[in-house]
């Protein structure tokens, strides 16, 4: 509970509206930015996490590890690997990726 109730009270004390929205500027910034831009970071990075948990047959984990088994997986671009996780999760990481890259 303690940090749940962290969480809470940095969010509920420095949400705001954010300087970096895409995954590009959050990679490159991602020392320069305020705690609100963090708070909107993983907030939004859990809108991902909750869809993924919805489709409950496929465990993340063994698909990336199966994915890397049948593809080189060590240079893709965020675009091309949502599209060989899209397979197993109904399109989920490119919809999210759409909104965010």
Known sequence: MK????????????YTNPKYTTL????????????????????????????IYTVKDVDLLSCIKKLSQENDISNLDNNKMASLLDKYYNGIFSRWLAKYN
């Open 24 to 51: 590009t500027e959050l990679s490159k910034n991602i020392g320069r930015m305020d705690v609100g831009n963090y708070v909107w970071y993983h907030s939004n990075m859990l809108k991902l996490v909750e869809d």
């Open 3 to 14: 940090g749940f109730e962290l969480f809470f009270n940095v969010f509920r004390n420095n």
